[in-house]
Each structure stands twice: as C-alpha cells, then as structure tokens.
C-alpha cells in the first residue's frame, strides 16, 4: 500500500477537522475520511455519556486509527431497509451479501402461501432477517449458527429492527435462531423441516483457505473479525474430497441432498470457488433434482451482463451473472 503524502495530512487538518489526520491511513481519501468522521459524529451526538463530546469522538477516532472496524466503533451497519447491531466477535454483513440476497427475494414468483426459510451459519442473523423484511409471506424461519455470541445477537437484532419497525411484530414468532453445528451427525434430525418443504436454504459459510486469510484479507479483518467464520477449522475436511477452503460446501450439499429445499444460494469468494461449488453439485448423484440449474452471480447479480464458463469435471457451462467478482451459487428444483 503507498504511503500518503504529508500535505494529505496538512489538507486533512485544515479542510474536514483536527481529528481527520487519526482516521486518513484507514481511509486514505479525504472523502472517506470526511464521510467516517460525520458518522462517528453522528454516532456521538446520538447516544448518552458523561464523557464528554469531543473525547469521545477522539476516543473513537484513536480506535478506528488502530483498524478497528468502524462497524464495531458505531455498533451497527445499515443492511437493505434494516439496522443491523455489530459487536467483535461476530462477522460483520458486507454489501454483496445484502445485494445476493436482494436478488434472491427478486426471483420467488408470487405466492399467499407462507414460506419457509433456513440460514446456515447465519451470524448477525442479517441473511433471514433481510429476506423476511423482503417478503412478508415468510412464516416460518430459522437461522442456526455455531456461535453463542453470534446466536445472542442475532435475537438481539431481531428485537431491534422489530422496534425499529423495519420488521412486524409477527417476526417475533416466526423467526427464530439456534445454536448448532451443522457438522453434528444428529443436526439434520433437529430441524423443524421435513424434505421437500423448505422453500429456501441460505448459508455464507467460512469459505476462506489459511493461506488466502493470511495474503490477501484486509489487515483490519485478519486482527478483528471472528477467523472462525471465515477460514474452515482443518479438522473438518476428514472425510471430504475437496480443498480445505470448500469443505462447508461439502456438508451443505449433504443437507440439500436430504432436505430438498426450492431453492438454495450460497456465497462464495471468488468465481474459482463458485465454479468449483457447481461443479459439487453437478456432479451430486444425490442433487439430480438441481440437474441444470446452476447458475454463478457476481456481486450485482442484476446487472445485464451474463457469460458461461465451463466445468471442469464434464465440461458442462453454467451461466454467470452480473458485474463484480464472483459472489453466491444458486440452484433450484426443477420442479419448481
């Protein structure tokens, strides 16, 4: 990264605030850091203390000088028409995850019948809780992920956007997270879904190699955000023909093999790993029910350009969607 020049600094002092200086090496524009340092005012100006004003938003600033996710700084991060509460510990929401799943709800033809949904891995719980913003048909929705801190505050932000009135207050019965591991032989018989009655299977599973979280995450994510929900634990591969970083897929699709949801959407990392995930199902002797389905979305899926690649394993192409890097594997019952 190159350094930045000390008339950026001097400029920074002068024209935006004497606290943008500590926010400028995280930023590195003077437009970030004008737009970082207003909502931290913001956030300020917004909440309680006996501190005073001016320390706290030098408080703040000295911990996003350190690279600290302003997400953790500010507490929350807006996600679709929600208000998504952020805490350590816990995977922050991106926005291709918002814009994947956006998409997502785009797609579902139109139907008064309830729907029910499962998340995978589910974090902030900001995946289901986006979609039954989105379609006010849900009724019955579960999110499930490893973590007790990541269970806490999922149920945490589905209170919140309830009271935000982002969510109606039904979602307080309909909606529900556990505590889980997917991997547990007896986590299949736990779920409240008999097959063929889930009507969607999300997960962003860890989907990062050891190698690629070490060369080429950002260093505020590799010193902040939870490893365990972004690099699969090696233990986890025995049993699996796959690369380590793929391992998660893997299991999903034995839990797609036996649930035979709708329709499914995973996040991925990039479109190798995409191509490698369809090439998983593809090749599923127990997902011929998906035979043909498979498609590759980019970060905007919306956008109108489209390409097919070709599998490696029979050559088969699938279709690939959208602008940016690769970013989620759809694939639906072609009974649907």
Same mark, same amino acid.
């Given at each position: 990264m190159p350094?930045?020049?000390?008339?950026?600094?001097?400029? $920074?002092?002068?024209?935006?605030?004497?606290?943008?200086?500590?926010?400028?090496?995280?930023?590195r524009t003077l437009d970030s850091?004008?737009?970082?340092?207003?909502?931290? =005012?913001?956030?300020?100006?917004?909440?309680?203390?006996?501190?005073?004003?001016?320390?706290?938003?030098?408080?703040?600033?000295? =911990?996003?000088e350190k690279g600290i996710p302003l997400q953790y700084i500010l507490g929350n991060q807006p996600f679709g028409p929600l208000d998504i509460l952020c805490k350590p510990s816990v995977l922050i929401p991106r926005p291709e995850t918002e814009s994947i799943i956006t998409h997502l709800t785009t797609l579902l033809p139109f139907s008064s019948s309830p729907l029910k949904i499962l998340d995978l891995c589910a974090g902030t719980g900001c995946i289901p809780l986006l979609i039954a913003s989105l379609l006010p048909s849900t009724s019955q929705t579960l999110?499930? +992920?490893?973590?007790?801190?990541?269970?806490?505050?999922?149920?945490?932000?589905?209170?919140?956007?309830?009271?935000?009135?982002?969510?109606?207050l039904s979602a307080s019965k309909s909606i529900t997270f556990t505590k889980s591991d997917i991997f547990s032989p007896s986590?299949?018989?736990?779920?409240?879904?008999?097959?063929?009655?889930? +009507?969607?299977?999300?997960?962003?599973?860890?989907?990062?190699?050891?190698?690629?979280?070490? =060369?080429?995450?950002?260093?505020?994510?590799?010193?902040?955000?939870?490893?365990?929900?972004?690099?699969p634990d090696v233990k986890l591969?025995?049993?699996y023909d796959c690369p380590p970083e793929d391992v998660f897929y893997a299991r999903l699709l034995e839990i797609v093999s036996v649930l035979q949801p709708k329709r499914v959407l995973f996040e991925v990392g990039d479109v190798e790993q995409a191509r490698r995930v369809a090439e998983m199902v593809?090749?599923?002797?127990?997902?011929?029910?998906? $035979?043909?389905t498979v498609e590759i979305?980019?970060?905007?899926?919306?956008?109108?350009?489209?390409?097919?690649i070709s599998l490696r394993n029979n050559g088969e192409?699938?279709?690939?969607?959208?602008?940016?890097?690769?970013?989620?594997?759809?694939?639906?019952?072609?009974?649907?």
């Open positions: 350094r930045l020049a000390p008339s950026l600094f001097r400029q $920074a002092r002068k024209q935006i605030s004497p606290f943008a200086p500590l926010l400028l090496p995280v930023c850091t004008a737009n970082e340092l207003r909502w931290i =005012k913001e956030h300020v100006n917004s909440t309680d203390s006996l501190v005073p004003r001016k320390l706290r938003i030098w408080q703040a600033c000295l =911990k996003r999110g499930v +992920d490893i973590t007790p801190l990541a269970i806490s505050l999922s149920r945490q932000n589905l209170s919140h956007n309830i009271s935000l009135s982002h969510l109606p986590f299949l018989s736990s779920l409240p879904f008999s097959p063929g009655e889930l +009507d969607i299977l999300t997960s962003n599973p860890p989907y990062i190699s050891p190698a690629g979280f070490n =060369k080429n995450t950002e260093r505020s994510v590799r010193l902040y955000e939870p490893k365990l929900a972004l690099v591969g025995k049993g593809v090749r599923g002797g127990e997902l011929k029910n998906y $035979a043909g979305w980019r970060d905007d899926p919306e956008g109108e350009e489209k390409e097919r192409e699938v279709e690939v969607k959208g602008r940016g890097n690769g970013r989620g594997v759809y694939f639906w019952r072609k009974d649907c």
